[in-house]
């Protein structure tokens, strides 16, 4: 027992000093409790097998794929129209949607529909996302009250009245408990998140970009300037002729940078018009829109001898084949910075391998301050050109690895990751409503719910490809959570818990059933800081029954105490998963939470000691 408490007073010691990272101080203290025997290897590591931690897992997944579709900025406007220029009205709405979304689904689930759109909501209005982020974690557990299933302490209770015979509670039986909890929390975060979170978040430094946006790169060449669109007549020779036979850049000089096409029956989530990479093995066809680079007259010249319709920019616009200048989904670019070391230096472009290798293509090269965009592919490459290159993003992705050859400047992926997929938008809206609804029906268990959502957001193309839904997973978050489950099981496992809970029961007992029931809040609220809700549920859950029957009292409001502390857990950041999920992107540190969690901790209880016996009375 005591070295079990040596090493919690450690790790809390490193998470409030925040000079280390947290998932690296919980590693620390598993692999300490393991070194002293106190936790079997199996049980060390029983933690990364959990269901929460793949729940974790998929609820990224399913967040990154609401931000990426842009459903999360599409629902942000519609709440920013509705708040206006108000913070605190948009304060006030983000919280009862929370608390609505959250009486039906986990709190896990809730923050992962919500997280990404209150942070495009905060871009929007001009505010830092840590003035809502933390609100939102916690309202989504305060809604978790409103109903028997919104959070697992409720089941729990509910099944230790049905075993006992006290009779089973409703559906809505929670309700009046939930109302104070939204009402109250809600109302108490709106004046200390603006004070404390507030503060914070204009303390903090503005991380420089590295990432140029992808158009700003496309003007850094001047590309749109020189990209001219052409439709495929019915009458041209080029319709049925792959590019690789056409041999347009020997022949006209001018080189394909996009193709247009009409996509036929797609079905409602997909776009009517599909992007195209061009490449050697392309084929033209009938109806196409082709967006080639070169010079004018070069390209007019094309037109005129092959049946091809030069389209102005108006004009292309009402085709309704293009909705703005350039769709990145498919298409990507990046600019590819030569090193003395590599192996092009004194070859022409169209013999570099680029697209053999690569399957990528150059479309502009800037030298000493100059844009060469003509007959580029004729240029010599020499140590410190820049090469503006075109391909499809997987591709592209492929030539951060070569970092002998070239430097990747800035990051591609990461700007292409603000290029919202936007007409999947109502797709992802669907897989996340019928997530929401299988969880909130228990149709299917929650890590089944969200793996199953996960997995069809990415199988649907609501990523541009698998390794940017993994990098939606925020890794210190769920390593954290793995490596803290266990040190719960230390706790249990050493009878710290057991031992703290008799203790404050036995000696209170005597006072009434106000003190003890203040006492069992207490004890549930302090315990849940260090294991999890569920766990501190279950442990004192036969607590309270024993005391109301000590007392000969009804047990209702005595487990309804239990249910509300283990729920209401707002002190640390590694008590809920909610709490991990808002850490990162919310910029917050450990003593945040205790800023914020403390006062609102204790603010609860003593409201509910004298609120519980109202609506359930002592003597029922």
Partial sequence: MFVTLCVLAAAAFFFVQ???????????????LMLTGILTPEEALSGFSNSIVIVLVGVFIVGGAVFRTGLAKMISRKILALAGRSETKLFFLIM???SGIGAFVSNTG???????????????????????????????????????????PNLIINNALIETSHGALHFFSFFPVGVVC???????????????????????RKKSVSAISLRD???????????YRARVEDTSP???????????PRQYGVSVVE??????????????????????????????????????????????????????????RNAAQFEDEFRFDTLGIAELVILSTSNLLNQQVKDAGLREKYSVSVLGMQRRGETLLLNVTNEKIRAGDSLLVKGEWGNIARLEDEVSEWVVVGQPLAAASQETLDHKAPLAAVIAVLMIVSMACNALPAATAVMLAALCLVFTGCFRNVEEAYKTINWESTVLVAAMLPVSLAIEKTGISTLVSAALVDGVGSMGPYALMAAIYAATSITTLFISNTATALLFTPI???????????????????????????????????????????????MDYVKVGVPLQMLFGIVMVFILPIIFPFGQ
């Fill in 217 to 227: 790169l496309a003007d850094k060449y001047s590309l749109m300037q020189n990209v």
């Fill in 96 to 98: 009862m949607v929370t």
């Fill in 18 to 32: 925040g000079k280390i990272r947290s998932d690296l101080v919980a590693l620390s203290a598993l692999l300490l």
């Fill in 544 to 590: 309270a029954l024993q005391a109301s029957q000590t007392l000969s009292l009804a047990p209702h409001p005595f487990l309804f105490a239990v249910a509300v502390a283990a729920s209401m857990c707002f002190a640390s950041p590694f008590s809920t998963p909610p709490n991990v999920l808002v850490m990162s992107p919310g910029r917050y540190v450990f």
């Fill in 110 to 152: 809730t923050v992962a529909v919500m997280l990404p759109i209150v942070v495009s909501l905060s871009v929007a209005a001009r505010t830092s996302p840590s003035r809502f982020l933390m609100p939102l974690a916690f309202a989504s557990s305060m809604g978790g009250m409103l109903t028997l299933i919104g959070t697992t």
């Fill in 182 to 204: 939204v009402t109250l929390g809600t109302v108490s975060l709106a004046l200390l998140s603006k004070w404390l979170l507030t503060c914070r978040a204009n303390g903090e």
């Fill in 238 to 248: 080029l319709a049925g002729e792959t590019l690789r036979n056409l041999e347009l």
């Fill in 259 to 316: 193709i247009r096409r009409k996509a036929g029956e797609q079905g409602f989530f997909e776009r009517q018009v599909r992007q195209i990479v061009p490449g050697p093995d392309t084929t033209l066809f009938s109806g196409d829109l082709v967006s080639f680079i070169g010079n004018f007259a070069d390209i007019h010249e094309l037109a005129r001898k092959n049946s091809l319709a030069l389209l102005d920019a108006q004009e292309a």
